[in-house]
Structures are given as C-alpha cells and as structure tokens.
C-alpha cells in the first residue's frame, strides 16, 4: 500500500479516545505498534487519569518526532494579586518588565501549526510552560497540552517556571499525569517501535534568584535503569535543564549535571534534547563505547526566533538514519543527517 493512510486509532485500541486519526505509511502489522509505557491516560472524568494504561499506537516506520520546549505560554495579571514581595512577585516583575514582551502566543501558536502541519508522530515538551507556577497558569497549560495532539502522542517534562513554588508540584502532578512520569518514578518512558522516549524530571522549587533543577539519585537510578533496558532502540532522553556542566551559570544549572553527564556518557543514548536556555545550541557528549551523543537545545516555542526540532527516526541495518531539521513558523532550515547506534 503506497502514500500515508489514516487508520482510526479509537477502533484499534477499544478504550474510547473518540474520532482520533493517526497517518501511518502503510497499514501496520502488530510489530509496527509503539506501546506506551509508564504515564496515565485519561478516563474520562475531570481530572480523572488511569495510571499506567497501555495504548497500541500504530507508527510509520520512520518516526517523526517534534521537540518544543519554552513555550512561557500563559500570561500573567497587570496588577499584582497582592501579598508580600516573593519569588513569585519577582517573576512577575520580570514578566511584566521584559519576557512579555518576548513571549508571543501568536508566535506559540504559528509555531505550533508549522509543526502540525508536518505531522510529527510524536511530540516532546521539555517544560517551562508557565511562568510563575500559579494555578490558574497550571490549568492553561493543561488545556494547551490537551490541544496540542492526542494524549498518547505527547510526553512533557516539566521546567522551572512550571515547579515554582508551593502547590505548583502537586496541580501539575494531578493535572499533567497523561504526559508526565508518576509522581513516584521522576522518568516516564514511552515506546514508538524502535523509539524509546524517556523523560526525566529535573524541575525542583528554588529560592529567589536560583533557577536550577536536580534529577536526584533516584531519578539517576530510574534513568539508568531505562537506558539499559532500551539498549539497542533508539534511545531520546527528555529534560528540562541541560545534562552536562558548564552549558549555563551555576545559579541556573542541574545541581547534580557531572552525575547526569557521566551516566549518560556510561550508558549511551541516541540523543537528548532539553531547554531552559531557549536557544539553538548543540553539544557532543562522547559515551563509553566510543560514540558521540548529539545533546540539542531547541529555542522558545513562543519568543521571537521561535522554533522546534523536528528529528526522522529510520532503522537501517542494525543502526538508526537520524535527519534532524528546525523548523519555524516559516519554514524549516538546519537539516542536518547522521547514523546513530541509538
Ligand atoms: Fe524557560
Ligand atoms: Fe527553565
């Protein structure tokens, strides 16, 4: 069967994720199926997330993945809502003075038709949707995730500005479930066939003036643990802040980046992709076995050089063809290609 066809993704799982279409290059066999793997769905309550439900999520053999990261989507009041002077009020002076008006949701939003429109398999967002934490923040990001595709296509990681202060972990815990790790696990791992997506939460609250994250030796342990079970797929890290020392000031860098950087370099992976530095950034991490990890930095999704990555995933004869493009609202550019052994 030629060209890409869509096949009712609803009709193949049976567990009621309505009038939802996926494109596929030609009709899948049972071994073309991406299971996805730790994460919720939901069940169809407010709110309501099944943990741990497993979706059949049928893929054309090259996936296509699209990473956003930054969007600092959601606005915040003129007027201070009041209270004592805080990290928060801080922020919002920030926003109010400067990132306002550098953060465009018609930029987000031309962005993200842009990527939409070459119709990624999968997307990863690697945090910093809000700015301040807030829950009224919180739930406009919620909403947008619910729009930017089906649940089962999108795992997100939250940033900095999304755990920022009290209350903030426990909403987006609750509401974020469908496209984040369980609370429990800070790594969330989901399988489109041969691509394994692995998303590491780094986002902690900080003080006032510290914007840094830590995985933790648990998160550490779980990561090392999903890369070594993924050994042989394609294996995509997602995190927020950037993994390897000395990419940004140390009052903005992951407190434990030398524990982070000398796991990967141990296990290998195919790529990692973060942001928090919001802009087009690469950095070569070489692993033990000889190779080098492409670690990227994609730029906001809403600021005025706004973009996203867009990375094809190709199996070829024991190894992986990997052709890596930004794209923006107006077009793509930076096509770079390369073998991985994933
Ligand atoms: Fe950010
Ligand atoms: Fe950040």
Same mark, same amino acid.
């Given at each position: 069967m030629s060209g890409r066809e869509s096949s009712s993704l609803s009709a193949l799982t049976g567990?009621?994720? +309505?009038d939802l279409r996926v494109e596929c290059? $030609?009709? *899948? $066999? #049972?071994?073309?199926y991406g299971i996805v793997g730790t994460g919720a769905v939901r069940n169809? #309550?407010?709110r309501g997330y099944t943990p741990l439900q497993l979706l059949p999520v049928p893929i054309p053999l090259t996936m296509r993945l699209a990473h956003l990261t930054d969007p600092h989507l959601t606005p915040l009041p003129? =007027?201070? *809502? !009041? !209270? =004592? %002077?805080s990290k928060r009020w801080l922020s919002w002076l920030s926003w109010q003075r400067r990132r306002r008006h550098l953060h465009r949701r018609e930029q987000l939003e031309a962005l993200v038709d842009a990527v939409r429109a070459a119709g990624p398999d999968a997307w990863a967002v690697t945090g910093d /949707?809000?700015? #301040?934490?807030?829950p009224d923040e919180i739930d406009e990001a919620t909403a947008w995730l619910q729009r930017l595709a089906p649940d089962e296509r999108v795992l997100a990681t939250p940033g900095n500005h999304d755990v920022f202060g009290p209350g903030s972990r426990q909403r987006i815990d609750a509401q974020w479930a469908a496209w984040l790790h369980r609370p429990e696990d800070r790594v969330a791992v989901r399988r489109f066939g041969p691509v394994h997506l692995i998303a590491v939460d780094s986002a902690v609250v900080t003080p006032v003036g510290s914007a840094r994250g830590e995985v933790g030796a648990a998160g550490r342990a779980r990561l090392a643990a999903a890369l070594r079970e993924a050994r042989g797929r394609f294996r995509v890290v997602l995190i927020h802040? %950037?993994?390897? %020392?000395? /990419?940004?000031?140390r009052r903005k860098a992951l407190a434990d980046d030398a524990a982070v950087a000398s796991l990967l370099h141990d296990e290998g992976a195919g790529l990692v992709l973060h942001g928090h530095l919001h802009h087009d950034h690469r950095y070569d991490l070489p692993t033990a076995d000889g190779a080098t990890l492409p670690v990227f930095c994609t730029p906001? +999704? $809403? +600021?005025?050089d706004a973009a996203a990555r867009l990375f094809d995933i190709e199996p070829a004869d024991g190894t992986f063809r990997v052709r890596m493009r930004l794209i923006g609202p107006d077009g793509v550019s930076g096509e770079k290609t390369w073998v991985s052994a994933g």
């Open positions: 567990v009621g994720v +309505a290059g $030609s009709k *899948p $066999s #049972t071994s073309d169809g #309550t407010k003129d =007027r201070w *809502p !009041g !209270g =004592r %002077p /949707l809000c700015q #301040t934490g807030t802040h %950037p993994p390897v %020392p000395g /990419l940004c000031k906001s +999704a $809403s +600021a005025p």
